[in-house]
């Protein structure tokens, strides 16, 4: 059994987030360059088992995939190609930023970290995997 692994992927950075051995908690592991990321991966894979990848997948408030998927598509056929023993799932990411800057105001962040978008992005690919993991539980 391994890890789940979210990915919330962006032109620029890459918010990660990862779950403990057990599948309970989702925490985040920080941010990387989208250019960095697949060798992040690497590196991280060496140490730890992920059976599971999860990219978010941004939609419209029409159900319709969003702007971004034109570039988070190549994303996932690289990572599929470079981890092909590795399932990868796609899961609705909508509201995930707003969410994470709420989530962060709320935690009485100071002005410069709420601006922080390498923050956010880490806190988005945790709300992403622990919203995961709640529609597991629901499903099973």
Same mark, same amino acid.
């Given at each position: 059994?391994?890890?789940?692994?979210?990915?919330?992927?962006?032109?620029?950075?890459?918010? @990660?987030?990862?779950?403990?051995?057990?599948?309970?908690?989702?925490?985040? !592991?920080?941010?990387?360059?989208?250019?960095? #990321?697949? =060798?992040? @991966?690497?590196?991280?894979?060496?140490?730890?088992? #992920? %059976?599971?990848?999860?990219?978010? %997948? /941004?939609? &419209?408030?029409? $159900?319709?995939?969003?702007?971004?998927?034109?570039?988070?598509? /190549?994303?996932?056929? $690289?990572?599929?190609?470079?981890? /092909?023993?590795?399932?990868? %799932?796609?899961?609705?990411?909508?509201?995930?930023?707003?969410?994470?800057?709420?989530?962060? !105001? =709320?935690?009485?962040?100071?002005?410069?970290?709420?601006? $922080?978008?390498?923050?956010? &992005?880490?806190?988005?690919?945790? !709300?992403? @995997?622990?919203?995961?993991? %709640?529609? @597991?539980?629901? $499903?099973?």
């Amino acid at each position: 059994m391994g890890r789940i692994l979210a990915i919330d992927y962006g032109k620029k950075r890459v918010g @990660l987030a990862v779950t403990d051995e057990l599948k309970i908690i989702a925490t985040a !592991l920080g941010t990387v360059h989208a250019g960095d #990321v697949i =060798a992040y @991966l690497k590196r991280y894979l060496r140490d730890n088992k #992920v %059976e599971c990848f999860v990219v978010g %997948e /941004p939609k &419209d408030m029409t $159900n319709r995939p969003s702007e971004a998927e034109r570039f988070i598509t /190549p994303f996932v056929k $690289n990572l599929k190609k470079s981890f /092909p023993g590795i399932r990868v %799932e796609r899961f609705d990411e909508r509201f995930t930023s707003r969410m994470a800057s709420q989530a962060i !105001l =709320a935690a009485g962040a100071k002005k410069s970290d709420r601006q $922080n978008k390498s923050l956010v &992005d880490a806190v988005s690919a945790t !709300l992403i @995997l622990q919203s995961y993991l %709640e529609s @597991l539980a629901l $499903n099973s």
